[in-house]
Nanobody, 127 residues
């Protein structure tokens, strides 16, 4: 699976932005997916994850209630809707997929679980 993220940009605090990740390859429909982010000087962190069929999602505490992850297994996309953005949300955002091995129906947490990564898209939130 190859992943391509888009939708980043500059937005004012309190605003919204929608990121999209387009996936190629048949393995997408059986892959667990996630969005990660890496802020300057910080480690990469997982902000949201979604199960293969989209029925289960999970969020980092810092974004819960503000971000929504979704997927379309017909279009092979996984999106991250971000609302009430804060300056601390500024980061490079990456989509990732667990595409190989035995994949259960839930959400996977942690970078080591993901084997496919897209190039990041920069989100900058101004105060």
């Amino acid at each position: 699976v190859q992943l391509q993220a888009s939708g980043g940009g500059l937005v004012q605090a309190g605003g919204s932005l929608r990121l999209s990740c387009a996936a190629s390859g048949r393995a997408f429909v059986r892959s667990a997916m996630a969005w990660f982010r890496q802020a300057p000087g910080k480690d990469r962190e997982q902000v949201a994850g979604i199960s293969r069929n989209g029925g289960t999602t999970d969020y980092a505490g810092s974004v819960k209630g503000r971000f929504t992850i979704s997927r379309d297994n017909i279009k092979n996309t996984v999106d991250l809707q971000m609302s009430s953005l804060k300056p601390e949300d500024t980061a490079i955002y990456y989509c990732a997929g667990k595409t190989s091995g035995s994949i259960a129906s839930g959400v996977y947490t942690g970078e080591r679980n993901y084997d496919a990564w897209g190039r990041g898209t920069l989100v900058t939130v101004s105060s």
